[in-house]
Structure formats: C-alpha cells, structure tokens
C-alpha cells in the first residue's frame, strides 16, 4: 500500500493503534512472519524427505554408470557418507543417513524408475523427429550372439548416440534370425510405423 493509503487505513480501521509508534509495529510485523503456520511445517518436512530422495536417486545413478552391484551402496556408500559427517562436518549422522534410503532394493527401484524414464522420452522423441539407426552383433562371453540397434538423433543441435535394443539371437547361417527378431519386436511398433 501507498504510506498515505496506509495512514488512512490505520486511522479508520485501527484507530486504537494511531499512537503507536514504529517499533510496535516492526516487532508486530517480526512475530507475524515467524508464527508456525501448517505449510510452513509440512513445507520444511517434505523438503527434508525429499532431500533424502534426492540423494539416493542421484547416488543409485552413479552406482548405475559405475556398474557395481546395488548392494555397495548400504555397504560402502552410505558408511563413508557417516564417516565424512562425523569427522569433517563433527555432525551427528545418524539423523541424515536414515532419510536416504540406499538398500538393495531401493537402489534397483531408482534404477528401474530412470531407465523407464529414459526409455519412454526416447520413444515419445523418436516417433516426432528424424533419426538413423545402426544394427551390430555382438557376442557374450558364452558364445552367445547378440543383435545391438543404436540410434542416433539431434536435440537442441547436439548428436545423441543411445542403445535401443539388445536381443539375443538365435544363429543361422543365413543371418534370418535378425530378421525374425526385428519382426517380431514391439519396438518395430513403435519406431518403424
């Protein structure tokens, strides 16, 4: 409000406040902003929560591209997390490691979770722009052969190279095993149509 609206508003509304003078209102005003209001307190625990959340879902990232097993992260990581708090921050760890859940089990739901993510962007991108693929066999340790399809695309003028599809074939001599595994996809679905 305009200070001049703000005087005629005082004297009409609060006229027993007119005398007051400029600290009444200022610590007025400081109690006012500091009261406990819900959102507030639910504002302050979802974000905490969250928080933690974040954490793991940024740690089971890691532990996804360093190609451990889920288990080092209530192994290793979450103990060297302890260890850090308590000797260079001197902060007690207990109440910070509970909020950031790094079990087996959690670790493979983040994992799963992003990888859905990544995999239905990339299928919602394809289906709108232009892209080229390329088909590679592999094989695994066990002689087993592998068909790799990769595609490649454009976002924001910069080129994306991703894995789509890793099926293992059944090998012929005629190569129609990849045929039978590109037909039969439902990725084919999705891309090619």
Known sequence: MKPSK???HLRRYH?????????YFQTFKDKFQKRHTLD?????????????????????????????????????????VEEVLKTVLHK????????????????ERCIDEMSSDIESFLCNYLQTTHFSIQLDESTLPDNAALLLAYVRFIINQEIYEELLLARTLITDTKGESIFHVLKDTSLKKQFLY
Do not use: C, W
């Open 6 to 8: 703000l005087q005629d």
């Open 15 to 23: 006229p027993d406040k007119t005398e007051k003078d400029l600290k």
């Open 40 to 80: 507030r307190m639910f504002a302050s625990t979802s974000q905490r929560n969250d928080d933690g959340l974040r954490a793991s879902y940024n740690i089971s990232l890691l532990i996804a591209k360093s190609g451990r097993p889920h288990t080092i992260g209530e192994k290793l990581i979450l103990p060297a």
């Open 92 to 107: 007690p760890a207990s109440d910070i490691i509970k909020r950031i859940p790094l079990s087996n089990n959690s670790v």
